[in-house]
């Protein structure tokens, strides 16, 4: 068993439960510093094909942290409507900024109307809440600025 605790959280799975790396908390911890500037910043990882409803990433506010934007980007983009994420508590409650990708597109950036706030120690995860209606997306790569 590996000494590192970050390590030891590793999980792996697929969704059909068996084979891919899910490894957005140790990822998201190691680029959660944000680069010595005093300012958080957070990136998530969602590997496969996108899933209605699934949270992933992980990352705990060490300062206080006020985000203004979200860019998203994905291997395979959505096709028929657009990939919808919402951030969300550890808990799984909203917490009322969600960022989009277009159908069609591999990239977006999203200005939030009023920055999301978090005192230290709060929890983010990223939910999936709409998929490509033909094509659902997937590889997906969240990062809050």
């Not at 490894?23 to 680029?31: D, P």
């Not at 969600?98 to 983010?124: D, K």
């Amino acid at each position: 068993m590996p000494s590192d605790p970050l390590l030891r959280d590793l999980t792996v799975f697929d969704s059909e439960g068996t084979r891919w790396a899910v490894i957005q908390r140790w990822l998201t911890q190691i680029v959660s510093t944000g680069g010595g500037t005093g300012k958080d910043f957070a990136t998530m990882f969602f590997v496969g094909s996108a899933i209605l409803n699934n949270a992933f990433g992980y990352f705990k506010a060490v300062n206080t942290t006020n985000w203004t934007r979200a860019q998203l980007s994905c291997q395979t983009p959505p096709i028929g409507s657009a990939i919808i994420i919402t951030f969300v508590n550890g808990s799984g409650t909203s917490l009322g900024v969600t960022a989009t990708i277009a159908a069609g597109a591999s990239y977006q950036e999203t200005v939030f109307g009023s920055p999301l706030s978090l005192a230290i120690g709060t929890e983010v995860r990223a939910k999936i809440t709409q998929i490509g209606s033909s094509t659902p997306g997937g590889y997906i790569t969240v990062s809050l600025l």
